[in-house]
């Protein structure tokens, strides 16, 4: 059969590693795929040619990523720009033209993909996005083909490496948040303006796809909560370490009767759990479905050749189903389009959870009463409580607290009561804790 012409959008990091995969290892590809696949046409602004192999297999390159699109040659697009915009106009353009799309573009797809992928199935082609959720690991693939025979219960992941990178720091080297975060950004692991990764915005875009892929509901983005670890201190870290847990930056979504949970924060887990042990950049994302109980995947979460594998294995996937009728290929999200659910996800408020607690309370008799008193008044019971004995000149104490399980919103309630005492100060520390069984 004749080659596969591809159109490639962006050479950075990823999209050379792309073209490298596909240079270094074309034999073994071709045998898979049951075709030779070539890129015919790319386009970027910038690119570095001294470090990308197989360059100059490419047929052309350009700085018009719409020509790319418009190319009659080109059967599939490979997306690798990023972003909002233009990429959604690109791939809607691609897919209007009757081409296949590949991308590894997680905030694309977590806001524009309902578009996208009534836009593919209206005109007959394939999105793939395995690369867009926790880069090498095949996570996607999993969920909605290696586990389609079960009712998938939870899925709660490591989907930020760089989060990840800086958790594991504090705790290994009891240093600071903030003296992490600027060695992660020397070493290319976190951007100049951190925000996405460590207020938990880019593992939101992973697991809002996640959530949509394990429960049959459409992508939903804005219903995801976030928070992020910028207002985790080493004492937090140390703290819970004595307690047996270790903190993780989760995305856990959730299926419960009243709904589905999406949600993103930092996260106490025990330190025998798999989860708990995933350390540095490496992501791992577990899965608990009613008939297969809990599988783990664990890997490369970013970088060039990682996050490629994961683009070329879409693409080898996309060349096989060339040839078959659109209604017989996997679907996007995993359930049929016409066959999406409408369960509502919930408001955080009413998530349960049990909750790691630390304030600063006035060193004297009473104080200790009331706080457990509002927690009480509020149906929050203490499993355990930590206080240190105060420093020389100090008149308040750190008080650290675990709590049962108990709504979101009584915490609120509870919480704002407490902070609004004379004898706490600042601002209450709390970090939701999760068992997750395997």
Same mark, same amino acid.
């Given at each position: 059969?004749?080659?596969?012409?591809?159109?490639?959008?962006?050479?950075?990091?990823?999209?050379?590693?792309?073209?490298?995969?596909?240079?270094?290892?074309?034999?073994?590809?071709?045998?898979?795929?049951?075709?030779?696949?070539?890129?015919?046409?790319?386009?970027?602004?910038?690119?570095?040619?001294?470090?990308?192999?197989?360059?100059?297999?490419?047929?052309?390159?350009?700085?018009?990523?719409?020509?790319?699109?418009?190319?009659?040659?080109?059967?599939?697009?490979?997306?690798?720009?990023?972003?909002?915009?233009?990429?959604?106009?690109?791939?809607?353009?691609?897919?209007?033209?009757?081409?296949?799309?590949?991308?590894?573009?997680?905030?694309?797809?977590?806001?524009?993909?309902?578009?996208?992928?009534?836009?593919?199935?209206?005109?007959?082609?394939?999105?793939?996005?395995?690369?867009?959720?926790?880069?090498?690991?095949?996570?996607?693939?999993?969920?909605?083909?290696?586990?389609?025979?079960?009712?998938?219960?939870?899925?709660?992941?490591?989907?930020?490496?760089?989060?990840?990178?800086?958790?594991?720091?504090?705790?290994?080297?009891?240093?600071?948040?903030?003296?992490?975060?600027?060695?992660?950004?020397?070493?290319?692991?976190?951007?100049?303006?951190?925000?996405?990764?460590?207020?938990?915005?880019?593992?939101?875009?992973?697991?809002?796809?996640?959530?949509?892929?394990?429960?049959?509901?459409?992508?939903?983005?804005?219903?995801?909560?976030?928070?992020?670890?910028?207002?985790?201190?080493?004492?937090?870290?140390?703290?819970?370490?004595?307690?047996?847990?270790?903190?993780?930056?989760?995305?856990?979504?959730?299926?419960?009767? /009243?709904?589905? @949970? %999406?949600?993103?924060? *930092?996260? !106490?887990?025990? =330190?025998?759990?798999?989860? $708990?042990?995933?350390?540095?950049?490496?992501?791992?994302?577990?899965?608990?479905?009613?008939?297969?109980?809990?599988?783990?995947?664990?890997?490369?979460?970013?970088?060039?050749?990682?996050?490629?594998?994961?683009?070329?294995?879409?693409?080898?996937?996309?060349?096989?189903?060339?040839?078959?009728?659109?209604?017989?290929?996997?679907?996007?999200?995993?359930? /049929?389009?016409? @066959? %999406?659910?409408?369960? *509502?996800? !919930?408001?955080? =408020?009413?998530?349960?959870? $049990?909750?790691?607690?630390?304030?600063?309370?006035?060193?004297?008799?009473?104080?200790?009463?009331?706080?457990?008193?509002?927690?009480?008044?509020?149906?929050?019971?203490?499993?355990?409580?930590?206080?240190?004995?105060?420093?020389?000149?100090?008149?308040?104490?750190?008080?650290?607290?675990?709590?049962?399980?108990?709504?979101?919103?009584?915490?609120?309630?509870?919480?704002?009561?407490?902070?609004?005492?004379?004898?706490?100060?600042? =601002?209450?520390?709390?970090?939701?804790?999760?068992?997750?069984?395997?």
């Amino acid at each position: 059969m004749k080659p596969v012409k591809i159109g490639l959008l962006g050479l950075g990091t990823v999209g050379g590693g792309t073209v490298s995969v596909l240079a270094n290892n074309a034999a073994e590809i071709a045998r898979r795929a049951g075709r030779e696949i070539q890129i015919a046409h790319a386009a970027a602004r910038a690119y570095d040619a001294d470090a990308i192999d197989g360059l100059e297999r490419i047929g052309r390159i350009g700085d018009d990523a719409f020509a790319v699109v418009e190319d009659p040659e080109v059967e599939v697009v490979i997306e690798l720009i990023g972003g909002y915009s233009p990429a959604r106009e690109l791939v809607l353009r691609a897919i209007e033209n009757g081409k296949h799309v590949v991308t590894a573009n997680k905030a694309l797809i977590a806001l524009h993909g309902n578009e996208i992928f009534a836009a593919a199935r209206e005109h007959g082609v394939t999105v793939g996005f395995e690369a867009a959720v926790a880069g090498g690991i095949p996570i996607i693939k999993a969920v909605r083909e290696g586990l389609a025979a079960n009712h998938i219960e939870w899925v709660a992941g490591i989907i930020n490496g760089t989060g990840n990178f800086i958790l594991t720091e504090m705790r290994d080297k009891g240093r600071d948040f903030a003296d992490v975060l600027a060695e992660a950004q020397a070493l290319g692991y976190a951007e100049a303006d951190p925000t996405f990764d460590v207020e938990g915005i880019d593992a939101a875009h992973k697991l809002t796809i996640l959530g949509s892929l394990a429960f049959g509901i459409p992508l939903q983005f804005e219903r995801c909560f976030t928070e992020g670890i910028s207002k985790i201190g080493a004492l937090d870290v140390a703290y819970a370490a004595e307690l047996g847990y270790r903190i993780k930056h989760l995305g856990i979504a959730r299926r419960s009767e /009243q709904g589905i @949970e %999406l949600r993103v924060h *930092p996260t !106490l887990i025990p =330190e025998r759990r798999l989860l $708990a042990n995933v350390d540095g950049v490496m992501n791992a994302v577990l899965v608990k479905g009613d008939a297969v109980g809990p599988t783990l995947y664990y890997g490369a979460g970013a970088g060039a050749l990682p996050t490629a594998s994961a683009v070329v294995a879409d693409l080898v996937d996309v060349v096989r189903t060339l040839t078959t009728d659109p209604s017989n290929r996997v679907p996007h999200l995993a359930f /049929q389009p016409d @066959e %999406l659910a409408d369960t *509502p996800v !919930l408001e955080m =408020e009413a998530v349960e959870t $049990a909750y790691y607690l630390r304030l600063s309370a006035l060193d004297q008799p009473g104080v200790m009463a009331r706080i457990a008193s509002i927690l009480g008044e509020h149906g929050i019971s203490i499993e355990a409580i930590k206080q240190q004995e105060p420093g020389e000149g100090e008149t308040h104490v750190p008080l650290v607290m675990l709590t049962h399980r108990v709504l979101e919103r009584q915490m609120n309630a509870a919480l704002d009561q407490i902070e609004a005492l004379d004898s706490v100060q600042g =601002e209450i520390i709390r970090i939701r804790v999760e068992m997750l069984s395997g």
